[in-house]
């Protein structure tokens, strides 16, 4: 893969940058950080940082699109979010449903029939413009190569300045050399997306499936060990974010309606983090539940 940085930088330079919110009065945090919007999760850890690669994994059906739309739909009109999205398997007109309900409030489906009362309309309007001031551009495709995932973002960036690059899932990003998905392919696919970040010096963010092997036992809470089957090593992801719903797999579970999200991350993957939510598919809503962050 072609190399980004061409041009060899003095440390000056890195300097500066990392002073830069110290330097910035009035700046909580680092403005090259995508904070999630979730109070929990960015006290603990922040946001997503320039450079870093972070996966967001679960079985099908869990709502791992939705926690990438939530946080999506939590960025702030006067951070100037610029992001890249590759949909795979996901249509440019359902995650611009899901976006409008989520911020909106208003079920998917009536978003659809435009079923709105006068209270509601002024709420999808509002949504309507914050979402259309976004710089959020969506390539929808079935599948897509390495090659032309860092063409596009390196373009993305010269043209765009795009400080976000979300994929839509592992599984649809395919190596040319390889005749069929294996982890050792999704490995060397992760290997190549951390180079990607760190040369284009923004977040990346990939969603991935879990492989079915959890679905023979009886737990079926997703592990680390899960992560470590489905791609192989985790040396070049530093955050990962677990999903799981219990209501998917036992109906008479105390938890319907609710979901877990379980931060792992690589300072520390023995010392994971559990947020609680709330979750309304109906209106494509993850909200923190009180018992949240432990």
Known sequence: MNNYRDTPRPIEQYIEKLLEPANNKGANHDPGIIQTGFDEIDEMFEGFKPGELILIAARPSMGKSLFIHNILANQKPDKKLRAVYIAGTRSGLRIAEELLSSKSGIQKNRIAKRDFNSAETQSFQSARIELQDMEL???????????????????????????????????????????????????????????????LDIPVVVLSNIDRYLEERIEKRPTEHDIRRTIGSLNDIDTVFLIYRDHVYNEDSQDAGCAEVTRLSKDSRLNSSIFRFKFDPSIAKYTPSQDSGY
């Not at 860092?150 to 010269?158: L, P, V």
């Open 137 to 199: 551009y969506i390539h929808e495709c079935l599948s897509i190569s390495e090659k032309d995932i860092y063409a596009m973002s390196i373009r993305a960036k010269k043209e765009k300045e795009i400080n976000l690059l979300i994929i839509n899932n592992l599984q649809s990003v395919n190596l040319e050399y390889a005749s069929a998905p294996t982890s050792e392919n999704a490995e060397a696919i992760v290997a190549d997306l951390k180079l990607l970040a760190v040369l």
